[in-house]
């Protein structure tokens, strides 16, 4: 799984100097920007577990930077961190908080402190990304299973319409055979009827038909039931 990216911004080139060395322990791929347009280009290009940056800056300060990324929807939830050694007092705070910020570290910052919300955030995405992969891997193997179970019903569905192909086909070729038999038995039967005018004959001549008959009836009745 890729590293979190974390972007520092700042005008200030000592100050992305100091906090890249800071941040280096930590692992992750880390972004510099040094002005509040170049910040928001790289907001396009790439997703962020923490943007880092300093309130005071030429052109777009820090709010404003802010503000435009929440009004992104791509961007609108990725966590902010101000910084400033200038914008101390409670009201600027407070306005920090209102553009987006999720917290809010008066320069000179200490460094475990920072170190350890910015491990924080970085854990936090890994374990987003690894509930977005495994969501991912579950949704391959559902397709997947999904995909057997259609091919599984097909192929039963194939053997069943073969079974009920071949079931009719033996019960045709034994209805035909059953049908000449009783044509050839008949025949003969008449025959010798008519040479003879025994009774008994005539008996197991009619019960013959009657078990042939009801042969015919079962064949018929297996039929119905494997093609149902």
């Known amino acids: ?36 347009q170049d910040a928001l280009s790289a907001n396009l290009e790439h997703d ?6 300093d309130v005071k800056m030429p052109v ?3 709010y404003e930077v802010a503000e435009m ?9 990725v966590p902010i961190i101000f910084l400033s050694a200038h914008y101390t007092e409670e009201h600027h705070i407070f306005k920090g908080y209102e553009s987006g910020a999720v917290d809010f570290l008066v320069k000179p910052v200490k460094q475990e402190v920072l170190i350890n919300k910015v491990r924080t955030f970085v854990e936090l995405d890994q374990r987003q990304k690894k509930t977005h992969h495994s969501y991912q891997i579950l949704q391959e193997i559902n397709k997947d299973l999904n995909g057997a179970k259609n091919a599984l019903e097909s192929q039963l569905n194939e053997s069943r319409l073969q079974h009920q192909d071949d079931v009719l086909k033996f019960s045709e070729t034994t209805l035909k055979k059953a049908n000449l038999e009783s044509s050839h038995k008949e025949l003969e039967y008449s025959l010798r009827l008519l040479e003879t005018e025994n009774t008994e004959l005539r008996q197991q001549l009619r019960h013959y038909f009657e078990a042939l008959e009801k042969a ?3 064949i018929e009745i297996l039929i119905e039931h494997e093609l149902a």
Do not use: C, T, W
Request: proline letters at 2%.
């Open 1 to 36: 799984m890729e590293n979190s990216k974390v972007l520092i911004v700042d005008d200030d080139p000592k100050v992305l100097y100091s906090l890249e060395l800071l941040l280096q322990g930590i692992e992750l791929e880390l972004f510099k920007a040094s002005s509040g």
């Open 216 to 218: 015919q009836q079962e």
């Open 48 to 53: 962020f577990a923490l943007i880092i940056m």
């Open 69 to 77: 990324l929440r009004n992104r929807e791509k961007n609108k939830h």
């Open 60 to 62: 777009l300060n820090g």
